[in-house]
């Protein structure tokens, strides 16, 4: 089966790559793992060659590539509504009738559009949708409301109230259109492949037919864990986007309180800009300087991944404070194996990872103080801490076994076969 994987951006091609990106290219070495020929239509490189080492790569420019003074604003019509790219999909009719695939797998696809979706039906080629975040029923991508809980309202005008008060007519246009237009496209998607079982609860409250949802969990490259070492590891460990839903200031507050009594702990935050969080970023800033000298070092910007495994397993504990709904967060993934210690917010998927005071630490994913607690008995007891880790590693060993996940993908793919 040849199967072609389309994704918004490619870990190698693109300097904005994050989880998700990670993700699909997992899942396409999955493929390749079962015998299936694979490649991948995504927006131009705009990293040097060589692009994506080892993955056969289709760029496809879309209709901001020919109006770039409206990049910014095709990029947010597009993110809120405007989910036909006619550029894309011309090039995505040419790419399907080049290659002739089998099958269209996407993971996100916000820049490229639905425009894919309607290509390949065009093309009579079956569509599956990784669902890496809640794009298609939310703008913000996290199911969050503005007051702290998680919301089942799903899109719609009143999502006004969590979006940034700019041009607030257009968006309520927008808003008030969103549903009824994302959902004649998800209606075509043939299958939705999910990477835990919360992920599948939210898709059915969508009003997703529980038969057209298959849960695939997340596997990572099965590299040697680094042994435990009890009682050398001071840093805490921050990987992540800078943006709200991902906690860095809840973490920030909790090392506020956990330097009052435990003075040897330090912090490595890892992070990335992203669109459209200016004020959080100014916010973190400020944060930073209540901060006594040297708890916090922040790194703005990509790194290898050789180095960030690196840090995973020199970390006294990977901390992950997301503020919303994540469903399988691959940097527990790579911490449980690792055999590093993990404490993540009780929010989610994450629960289905890590079980408190077994195979990690769980603290109330928006209490700076609980997230202080969870760091300071790491410190403090570092033989529960690497028993812990240990028991994730095993855990993670069976679960997520690269073997076990990539036949559970070719059953998923196989079974269009037979159609």
Same mark, same amino acid.
């Not at 990509?302 to 994540?326: S, T």
């Not at 195979?359 to 103080?369: E, F, K, M, S, W």
């Given at each position: ?15 904005? =790559? ?6 699909? $290219?997992?899942?396409? *070495? ?27 790569? %289709? ?5 901001? =590539?020919? $109006?770039?003074?409206? &990049?910014?604003?095709?990029?947010? %019509? ?66 969050? @409301? ?26 309520? +246009? ?5 549903? =009824? ?15 835990? @079982? ?34 050398? *590891? ?10 709200? *839903? ?48 040297? &708890?916090?070092?922040? +790194? ?15 970390? %006294? ?49 928006? @209490? ?26 095993? &855990?993670?060993?069976?679960? $997520? ?19």
């Amino acid at each position: 089966m040849k199967i072609a994987f389309a994704t918004n951006y490619l870990p190698g091609c693109h300097s904005h =790559s994050g989880g998700a990106e990670q993700a699909i $290219l997992q899942t396409a *070495r999955l493929a390749r793992q079962k015998g299936h020929e694979t490649y991948f239509i995504t927006l131009p490189a705009d990293l040097p060659p060589p692009a994506a080492p080892g993955e056969s790569v %289709a760029p496809v420019r879309g209709i901001e =590539s020919f $109006l770039p003074f409206l &990049k910014k604003f095709i990029g947010i %019509a597009k993110w809120y509504l405007l989910q036909f790219d006619p550029v894309v999909y011309l090039a995505a009719r040419k790419s399907f009738a080049e290659n002739k695939p089998d099958l269209l797998h996407c993971g996100n696809m916000q820049f490229l559009t639905f425009a894919l979706i309607a290509a390949a039906r065009h093309s009579r080629i079956p569509v599956i949708v990784s669902v890496y975040d809640y794009w298609y029923f939310c703008p913000l991508t996290t199911l969050f @409301d503005v007051a702290g809980g998680c919301c089942r309202k799903f899109h719609g005008v009143g999502c006004l109230r969590c979006l940034p008060a700019v041009l607030r007519p257009v968006q309520a +246009v927008f808003l008030a259109l969103r549903k =009824s237009v994302f959902d004649f496209f998800i209606r075509q998607i043939d299958r939705f492949i999910v990477l835990s @079982d919360s992920s599948f609860a939210i898709l059915t409250s969508y009003g997703i037919p529980e038969e057209k949802i298959g849960l695939v969990r997340l596997p990572v490259d099965a590299d040697t864990p680094a042994p435990a070492i009890p009682g050398e *590891r001071k840093n805490f460990l921050f990987i992540g986007w800078l943006q709200k *839903r991902k906690g860095l200031h809840i973490l920030i507050q909790a090392m506020k309180q956990l330097a009052v009594k435990r003075p040897q702990a330090r912090l490595d935050a890892i992070v990335q800009n992203v669109l459209w969080e200016k004020d959080y970023e100014t916010e973190i800033a400020r944060q930073m300087t209540e901060l006594p000298a040297g &708890k916090l070092n922040l +790194v703005n910007g990509r790194m290898q991944r050789a180095d960030i495994k690196r840090m995973i397993e020199n970390a %006294a504990a990977v901390v992950v404070p997301e503020q919303w709904e994540n469903m399988s967060p691959l940097i527990v993934i790579e911490a449980m194996r690792a055999g590093t210690p993990v404490i993540a917010g009780n929010i989610g998927g994450i629960p289905e990872f890590i079980e408190h005071g077994k195979t990690g630490y769980l603290a109330r994913h928006d @209490d700076p103080a609980d997230f202080a607690t969870q760091m300071a008995f790491v410190l403090d007891n570092p033989g529960a801490a690497g028993e812990c880790s240990r028991a994730a590693l095993k &855990k993670a060993e069976t679960m $997520l076994s690269r073997e076990l996940i990539a036949d559970t993908l070719n059953r998923e793919y196989c079974s269009w076969i037979q159609r």
